[in-house]
């Protein structure tokens, strides 16, 4: 059966003693919580049968077992986690009750609770007793047999008792541990403020609190790790025990946040890690079995200063479950001081490192701030940068002017039989930018030695070997100007914190001064260049003509390029003739004069023509642009040609060109190319402009002459006709025009009238009016009948010209005494009568004379009445436009002609003349105006 223990039993005489002598030891038993547990199994071994025995202790997260078998020897404790209410433990810890199993098999339904063992060979009979005091269960106790109702209530009371005392005793023990703890804690956090305050040197002061720690809490490893500022790793700085502190030192040892491990999972997430068993954690991954291979669990604590993590406090024991909570409070205690330790020896080390950095970047800029040349201060940067830094190789590249190119300027370091290697060694743009250094890049690049074969050509990788190297890009404006070259035998780790923001200051320094010197450099070249460019333009001006001046330019290009022959092509018509050829050269012949080269032809010429921009070929054998006669005749190798460009047009081309590539290409012989390419072009166009000039003179002399001769074809002053008022207005809309008008005095008092219009404008259809007007001057005196003279004046017309010209002409015959008209029209019907009965037109079929030979005219006949106008015009008067492009029109002629009636004929000419010419506006006339105004006038009044 089983029962529970509720009262007191009378013991036997030998028992008592017993237990009275076991509880003295315990009083007496050491701190040692596995003393204690060894002595209370020794004294329930010897108060009972042969049982197996278990002590249970209870702790907040788990339990740990410690079991003997019936022979007294020790089982290796285990750990497990331990339900509040689940089996005969839980009960026992819950109640505090002690239990008296006579016989599982028989009690199993009457027991409070069932076993949650699982055991291969259960016990038959047992006994339960927790270890209690001031009413909190440290533990249980059990005694086991495999025999049932071994147990009896005696022993059952003189268990109780043992645990009683026994629990007493581990309070005892572990109230006085806790104290030692804490004073060891307190003792150990004063040590290491005391330390943060005088060590100012952080890996000093880390390498002292890692030993402190280990010395004073007797742990198997402690090491710290402190975050890279800008980075995403966190560096090893110091850790207990010589061997791992140096070994990882030198290594450079670091870990990244996102890899797997304890360390960078506390690093990224900010909170503490504890590993009871570092052999089941998944994120547990070894520093260094060889190194520590009795690590067993782990506690990584993060470094936080507010919520920045600086790094952190990883400790590692040889016990699984070592660190309780006791342990976890100091150790992040133990993690604030270091994170403020940490803190102000970076503060420290920062002005430390700024005021070295700002020192050294003085001696740099003093260095060279009187440094005028540019190959001065690349030597003096690769010379006082491994003063300064400790490197032990120091190389800077040029980015060359002449192409997307970096040639090396100076060396320091490099071993001899290597320098002339490394002089011949280009990087091209494409190999800048495999090493991370592509453009706008702004951070050094660091290759570790492993790295340099890949990214680095064969001869810069021997050159170069170290553990790291570091390359800098040299900006000028945002632009980089160079590469600054440094090999260091230490850590990358190192190299990032102590003397990598040392050297990209040199590198900012070196840029600034190099780019001073490339300025005065280039302020010279431009000197210079603008000298032999203002001796060019003196030597041209003073040149008579323009073959004068080729000449001096083709002489001068040679002679300030040092080039072999230079030769001056200019357009001739859809293709470039050689106007002048001057060579040094004795062995190199000019190019001819009746040398041509075509678009079509000659490729180069094509590109040079799309492009208007200078096209340099330092291999022409093998370019394509010229024919294989082609590139006999001229015998060179490299050339350079420039576009000689007049305003918008190409008008010429100048060649240089020499047997060796060896400066064809330079940026200063282009620049003075290209200035004296300008200077062509402008004495060229110079000459255009001039011929034009004076083409434009010339032209304008002979119109000028022309305008007089034509307006002396018109009559030089107007007929008198008694009756009669004559006006005429003739208006070219160039210089010289086609219309005309003319007057033939007749037998009879009659009078011819002729107004044409040639159908051309200019000089051409100036030269068509005088035959037509001396054409018709011999007609009318033989033949005065309009419709007849305008039949023979056609005909002499087809007889004389075989041009495509024609003129629309209007002849009429005014007979004074009789006030009639006679007309015909050869084409031009613009003529009307207008009075106080209104307007008339006065018009007849007939063609343009000059076209047909059977042209026929029909003669019409009309009086005119007193106070009435004859007006016959062209169709500059009716034809004129405004500037929105609409027509004068007759509509406004004869509104004009009503408006100024009973006006004289010279008013009523000048009235439409300004109608028409307000109309225009500032639109240009774009027809000849000829205008004829004939009035009869009226009959005088009658005396008074």
Same mark, same amino acid.
């Not at 009979?125 to 495999?146: K, Y």
């Not at 002979?702 to 009559?715: D, V, Y």
């Not at 004009?896 to 000048?910: P, R, S, V, Y």
């Given at each position: 059966?089983?029962?529970?223990?509720?009262?007191l039993?009378?013991?036997?005489?030998?028992a008592?003693?017993?237990?009275?002598?076991a509880?003295?030891?315990?009083?007496?038993?050491?701190?040692?919580?596995?003393?204690?547990?060894t002595?209370l199994?020794?004294?329930?071994?010897?108060?009972?049968?042969? /049982?197996?025995?278990?002590?249970?202790?209870?702790?907040?997260?788990?339990?740990?077992?410690?079991?003997?078998?019936?022979?007294?020897?020790?089982?290796?404790?285990?750990y497990?986690?331990t339900?509040?209410?689940?089996?005969?433990?839980?009960?026992l810890?819950?109640?505090?009750?002690?239990?008296?199993?006579?016989?599982?098999?028989?009690d199993?339904?009457?027991?409070?609770?069932?076993?949650?063992?699982?055991?291969?060979d259960?016990?038959?009979?047992?006994?339960?007793?927790?270890? /209690?005091?001031?009413?909190?269960?440290?533990?249980?106790?059990?005694?086991?047999?495999?025999?049932?109702?071994?147990?009896?209530?005696?022993?059952?009371?003189?268990?109780?008792?043992?645990?009683?005392?026994?629990?007493?005793?581990?309070?005892?023990?572990?109230?006085?541990?806790?104290e030692?703890?804490?004073?060891?804690?307190?003792?150990?956090?004063?040590?290491?403020?005391?330390?943060v305050?005088?060590?100012?040197?952080?890996?000093?002061?880390?390498?002292?609190?890692?030993?402190?720690?280990?010395?004073?809490?007797?742990?198997?490893?402690?090491?710290?790790?402190?975050?890279?500022?800008?980075?995403d790793?966190?560096l090893f700085?110091?850790?207990?025990?010589?061997?791992?502190?140096?070994?990882?030192?030198?290594?450079?040892?670091?870990?990244?946040?996102?890899?797997?491990?304890?360390?960078?999972?506390? %690093?990224?997430?900010?909170?503490?890690?504890?590993?009871p068993?570092?052999?089941?954690?998944?994120l547990?991954?070894?520093?260094d079995?060889?190194?520590?291979p009795?690590?067993?669990?782990e506690?990584?604590?993060?470094?936080?200063?507010?919520?920045?993590?600086?790094g952190?406090?990883?400790?590692?024991?040889?016990?699984?479950?070592?660190?309780?909570?006791?342990?976890?409070?100091?150790?992040?205690?133990?993690?604030?001081?270091?994170?403020?330790?940490?803190?102000?020896?970076?503060?420290?080390?920062r002005?430390?490192?700024?005021?070295w950095?700002?020192?050294?970047l003085?001696?740099v800029a003093?260095?060279?701030?009187?440094?005028?040349?540019?190959?001065?201060v690349?030597?003096?940067?690769?010379?006082?940068?491994?003063?300064?830094?400790g490197?032990?190789?120091c190389?800077?590249w040029?980015?060359?002017?002449?192409?997307?190119?970096?040639?090396?300027?100076?060396?320091?370091?490099?071993?001899?039989?290597?320098?002339?290697?490394?002089?011949?060694?280009?990087?091209?743009?494409?190999?800048v930018?495999?090493?991370?250094?592509?453009?706008?890049?702004?951070?050094p690049?660091?290759?570790?030695?492993?790295?340099?074969?890949?990214?680095?050509p064969?001869?810069?990788?021997?050159?170069l070997?170290?553990?790291?190297?570091?390359?800098m890009?040299?900006?000028?404006?945002?632009?980089?100007?160079?590469?600054?070259?440094?090999?260091?035998?230490?850590?990358?780790a190192?190299?990032?914190?102590?003397?990598?923001?040392?050297?990209?200051?040199?590198?900012?320094?070196?840029?600034?001064?190099?780019e001073?010197?490339?300025?005065?450099?280039?302020?010279?070249?431009?000197?210079?260049?603008?000298?032999?460019?203002?001796?060019?333009?003196?030597?041209m001006g003073?040149?008579?003509?323009?073959?004068?001046? %080729?000449?001096?330019?083709?002489?001068?290009?040679?002679?300030l390029s040092g080039?072999?022959r230079?030769?001056?092509?200019l357009?001739?018509?859809?293709g470039?003739?050689?106007?002048?050829?001057?060579?040094?050269?004795?062995?190199?012949?000019p190019? @001819?004069?009746t040398?041509r080269?075509?678009?079509?032809?000659?490729p180069?010429?094509?590109h040079?023509?799309?492009?208007?921009?200078?096209?340099?070929?330092n291999?022409?054998?093998n370019?394509?642009?010229?024919?294989?006669a082609?590139?006999?005749?001229?015998?060179?190798?490299?050339?350079?040609a420039? @576009?000689l460009i007049?305003?918008?047009?190409?008008?010429?081309?100048?060649?240089?060109?020499?047997?060796?590539?060896?400066?064809?290409?330079?940026?200063?012989?282009?620049?003075?190319?290209?200035?004296?390419?300008?200077?062509?072009?402008?004495?060229?166009?110079?000459?255009?402009?001039?011929?034009?000039?004076?083409e434009?003179?010339?032209?304008?002399?002979?119109?000028?002459?022309?305008?007089?001769?034509?307006?002396?074809?018109?009559?030089?002053?107007?007929?008198?006709?008694?009756g009669?008022?004559?006006?005429?207005?003739?208006?070219?809309?160039?210089?010289?025009?086609?219309?005309?008008?003319?007057?033939?005095?007749?037998?009879?008092?009659? %009078?011819?009238?002729?107004?044409?219009?040639?159908?051309?404008?200019?000089?051409?259809?100036?030269?068509?009016?005088?035959?037509?007007?001396?054409?018709?001057?011999?007609?009318?005196?033989?033949?005065?009948?309009?419709?007849a003279?305008?039949?023979?004046?056609?005909t002499a017309? %087809?007889?004389?010209?075989?041009s495509?010209?024609?003129v629309?002409l209007?002849?009429?015959?005014?007979?004074?005494?009789?006030?009639?008209l006679?007309?015909?029209?050869?084409?031009?019907?613009?003529?009307l009568?207008?009075?106080?009965?209104?307007?008339?037109?006065?018009?007849?079929?007939?063609?343009?004379?000059?076209?047909?030979?059977?042209?026929?005219?029909e003669?019409?006949?009309?009086?005119?009445?007193?106070?009435e106008?004859?007006?016959?015009?062209?169709?500059?008067?009716?034809?004129?436009?405004?500037?929105a492009l609409?027509?004068?029109?007759?509509?406004?002629?004869?509104?004009?002609?009503?408006?100024h009636?009973?006006c004289?004929?010279?008013?009523?000419l000048?009235?439409?003349?300004?109608d028409?010419?307000?109309?225009?506006?500032?639109?240009p006339?774009?027809?000849?105006?000829?205008? /004829?105004?004939?009035?009869r006038l @009226?009959?005088?009044?009658?005396?008074?």
């Amino acid at each position: 059966m089983s029962e529970t223990a509720a009262g007191l039993h009378p013991l036997a005489g030998q028992a008592l003693v017993d237990l009275q002598v076991a509880s003295q030891a315990l009083a007496r038993a050491q701190i040692d919580e596995e003393s204690v547990l060894t002595f209370l199994r020794q004294q329930v071994q010897h108060l009972l049968p042969p /049982v197996r025995v278990h002590i249970l202790l209870f702790f907040a997260e788990n339990s740990q077992l410690f079991a003997w078998n019936r022979r007294g020897e020790a089982l290796p404790p285990s750990y497990f986690e331990t339900a509040a209410a689940q089996g005969i433990i839980g009960w026992l810890r819950e109640t505090k009750e002690a239990l008296l199993v006579g016989d599982f098999h028989r009690d199993w339904e009457a027991l409070p609770a069932r076993p949650s063992y699982d055991n291969p060979d259960p016990p038959r009979a047992a006994i339960f007793v927790p270890l /209690v005091v001031a009413d909190e269960a440290l533990g249980a106790l059990s005694a086991q047999s495999e025999e049932p109702d071994v147990f009896t209530p005696d022993h059952l009371w003189q268990l109780r008792i043992l645990a009683n005392q026994a629990a007493a005793a581990l309070r005892a023990g572990r109230l006085l541990r806790s104290e030692r703890w804490r004073a060891n804690e307190l003792q150990t956090l004063a040590q290491i403020t005391r330390s943060v305050v005088s060590i100012l040197d952080l890996d000093a002061l880390l390498s002292h609190i890692v030993e402190v720690i280990e010395q004073n809490f007797g742990f198997y490893h402690v090491q710290i790790f402190v975050v890279e500022k800008g980075s995403d790793r966190a560096l090893f700085r110091a850790s207990s025990g010589d061997q791992t502190h140096d070994l990882w030192r030198q290594m450079g040892r670091s870990v990244q946040l996102h890899e797997k491990g304890i360390i960078p999972w506390v %690093l990224s997430h900010g909170e503490t890690l504890v590993a009871p068993d570092v052999s089941i954690d998944p994120l547990y991954v070894p520093d260094d079995p060889h190194l520590l291979p009795n690590t067993r669990s782990e506690i990584a604590i993060p470094l936080r200063l507010e919520e920045e993590v600086l790094g952190v406090l990883d400790v590692q024991s040889a016990k699984t479950n070592a660190f309780g909570p006791e342990d976890l409070f100091i150790l992040n205690a133990l993690a604030d001081t270091v994170a403020l330790a940490v803190t102000n020896a970076q503060l420290y080390a920062r002005v430390q490192e700024d005021a070295w950095i700002t020192v050294a970047l003085l001696e740099v800029a003093e260095a060279t701030n009187h440094l005028t040349e540019l190959q001065e201060v690349s030597d003096t940067i690769v010379r006082i940068t491994p003063m300064l830094t400790g490197v032990t190789l120091c190389a800077l590249w040029l980015r060359s002017a002449a192409g997307p190119i970096y040639q090396i300027a100076s060396e320091w370091g490099v071993p001899e039989e290597l320098k002339s290697l490394l002089r011949k060694q280009e990087l091209s743009e494409e190999a800048v930018a495999r090493l991370g250094l592509a453009a706008g890049e702004t951070q050094p690049r660091l290759l570790r030695s492993q790295e340099l074969d890949e990214q680095l050509p064969p001869i810069l990788a021997q050159a170069l070997s170290a553990d790291v190297v570091a390359f800098m890009p040299l900006l000028a404006k945002s632009e980089c100007i160079g590469l600054l070259a440094v090999s260091l035998t230490e850590p990358e780790a190192h190299i990032s914190q102590t003397r990598l923001p040392l050297l990209k200051g040199i590198a900012d320094q070196a840029a600034s001064a190099l780019e001073n010197a490339q300025l005065i450099a280039a302020q010279r070249q431009e000197a210079w260049i603008n000298t032999a460019l203002l001796q060019v333009a003196e030597a041209m001006g003073r040149a008579r003509d323009l073959p004068e001046t %080729l000449d001096i330019v083709a002489r001068l290009t040679a002679a300030l390029s040092g080039l072999d022959r230079c030769t001056i092509f200019l357009r001739h018509g859809d293709g470039f003739q050689a106007a002048i050829s001057h060579a040094l050269a004795r062995d190199l012949p000019p190019i @001819p004069p009746t040398q041509r080269l075509h678009p079509d032809h000659t490729p180069l010429l094509e590109h040079l023509l799309a492009q208007r921009a200078p096209i340099v070929v330092n291999d022409l054998q093998n370019s394509g642009f010229f024919s294989p006669a082609w590139l006999q005749a001229m015998r060179v190798n490299a050339l350079t040609a420039l @576009p000689l460009i007049a305003g918008d047009e190409v008008v010429g081309v100048m060649v240089v060109d020499e047997v060796t590539p060896q400066r064809i290409h330079t940026p200063r012989l282009l620049d003075i190319l290209g200035g004296i390419a300008n200077q062509a072009s402008v004495a060229i166009e110079r000459a255009r402009l001039h011929r034009a000039e004076f083409e434009q003179q010339r032209i304008a002399t002979e119109l000028n002459l022309a305008h007089n001769i034509q307006r002396g074809f018109l009559p030089e002053s107007l007929p008198a006709l008694p009756g009669y008022e004559i006006a005429a207005l003739w208006e070219p809309a160039r210089q010289i025009g086609g219309d005309f008008y003319d007057f033939f005095p007749l037998p009879d008092g009659r %009078l011819g009238i002729v107004v044409a219009d040639v159908a051309d404008k200019g000089i051409p259809a100036a030269l068509y009016m005088a035959l037509c007007r001396t054409v018709m001057r011999l007609v009318v005196y033989s033949d005065p009948a309009p419709a007849a003279a305008l039949q023979r004046v056609n005909t002499a017309i %087809l007889d004389t010209t075989y041009s495509d010209m024609f003129v629309a002409l209007y002849y009429a015959v005014l007979d004074s005494t009789q006030h009639s008209l006679c007309y015909a029209s050869g084409g031009h019907g613009l003529a009307l009568a207008a009075g106080a009965a209104g307007a008339r037109f006065l018009r007849g079929r007939g063609m343009v004379l000059g076209v047909l030979a059977d042209a026929q005219a029909e003669e019409h006949s009309a009086q005119l009445a007193a106070d009435e106008y004859l007006i016959i015009y062209t169709d500059g008067v009716t034809d004129a436009v405004n500037e929105a492009l609409e027509t004068y029109d007759e509509e406004r002629l004869l509104a004009a002609i009503q408006q100024h009636a009973g006006c004289t004929a010279t008013e009523m000419l000048q009235a439409i003349h300004a109608d028409v010419r307000a109309w225009q506006g500032a639109a240009p006339p774009f027809d000849d105006f000829t205008l /004829v105004i004939v009035r009869r006038l @009226p009959p005088p009044a009658p005396a008074a």
